[in-house]
């Protein structure tokens, strides 16, 4: 078995954002038997990954990018070219350039996708005439930027929420001990899903014209493409589409 | 990072199965954190492995077991020390039992369990009463009888559905190029679903007091842990938990 070309999951970032991905990546690639899927590995080992937002607010908590190189690393060994991360978080600079630079050095050759690049790029193809794109997104994702820049990039403006109702109505969703998604995510509890649904028209308010679910959260809890017409754009499944276009671009499904 | 506990998943046999064994894991396990989630990896490269009815039926047709072995050689590489395989009909001792004996020869230590053995086990923890246990499956499944034989062992008794039933309306399920659920799994054929139902039935009528969904395919179409107060006993889950209890029973979820 020479597999050389896999598609490769960074996992346990949560659990759950790393199966949804691996099952997108099922959904979005044309396939009628088992024969037909693509290669995909998955390494789920979350003990090993501090939280990325703990150490995003204060450099001197325990580091993640070290276990997610070793990770990334053990996939190019089982057959993979191309990754994935799905956790926004973790595509803050100064997590993620410096994967990439230590991925650099050591030589490897697997080819780490950018989940927020791709979401951005996404939006060509789900809101074709959104302009202003709300974020819903961890507190970290927020203040450092990453959709605004991302988006900014290709011509799209980011319309996030007041930053009264990000620390108290958003990030409770991701990260309430009790009822946020980290805690419980299958099924996820009603208080998450009344909250997003709550902030999609909160970002409505403040100009949106379609909204990016960008942390790997919070499909579990909104799943819908639509909400009262406002199209919901989610980057677990615009990295799925991105990874089979980089690596087996004939096997993806059409929209 | 020296991860040497982890789960080890043989995906791919079909797709859907393994992200669904991932899942299933992640269920089972007690944990309010990402990091208190326990390690697993999934290896998923259905394109290396020949559909596993063919070749009991056939085996002129091309041998699936080389390339199980080495996935699992790399899920061992990857940090597993347990793995399962979530297909039933590779269960079979003509493929099963020669993986077990190639691996031993390689010297590998990863523990392969066996799902149809950790089902059967599991009907005392799921349907205490039942005695006779109805088993919808592939024919391939069926025919070698390997829950007639783990059942058996446990003290428990099988019960097929009627051989024409089985050909013309239970394996469809599984195999039909257009509505079956290896070829539409998310979401599965409303047909796949209402065959199943009246599968259930078809076995209560045959005197099983609890039914074994005994294909990894067969619960994404029927989720529901009972139809009509019969107990639905899902090979999958079983597996998910056996795995948990074979590398960290301290950590598997209370029933």
Chains 1, 2 share one sequence.
């Not at 979350?46 to 150490?55: I, K, L, N």
């Amino acid at each position: 078995m020479t597999e050389q070309n896999a598609i490769g999951v960074v996992g346990g970032l949560g659990p759950y954002a790393g199966s949804d991905l691996v099952t997108k990546i099922f959904d979005e690639t044309r396939a009628t038997s088992d024969q037909e899927h693509l290669p995909v590995a998955l390494i789920s080992f979350p003990a090993h990954v501090p939280d990325r937002s703990a150490y995003i607010a204060d450099q001197s908590a325990p580091n993640p990018v070290l276990p997610l190189v070793e990770i990334l690393r053990r996939l190019e060994q089982a057959g993979c070219s191309v990754a994935g991360m799905p956790c926004n978080t973790a595509h803050s600079p100064i997590i993620f350039e410096d994967i990439l630079e230590r991925l650099g050095r050591l030589g490897g050759s697997i080819h780490l996708l950018n989940m927020i690049e791709a979401t951005a790029a996404s939006v060509a193809e789900y809101a074709p005439d959104a302009k202003r794109i709300g974020i819903i997104a961890t507190t970290a994702t927020i203040e450092c930027g990453l959709y605004a820049d991302a988006l900014g990039a290709v011509g799209l403006g980011a319309v996030n929420p007041d930053s009264n109702y990000q620390d108290d109505i958003v990030n409770p969703v991701i990260f309430d001990s009790e009822w946020g998604l980290k805690a419980m995510s299958n099924p996820p509890s009603a208080e998450a899903r009344r909250r997003l649904l709550d902030a999609v028209e909160h970002l409505r308010d403040r100009g949106a014209d379609a909204v990016i679910l960008g942390c790997t959260e919070l499909p579990l809890a909104v799943p819908e493409n639509r909400i009262r017409d406002m199209p919901i754009i989610d980057s677990t499944r615009s990295l799925a589409r991105a990874l089979i276009r980089a690596s087996h671009p004939e096997r993806l499904r059409r929209r």
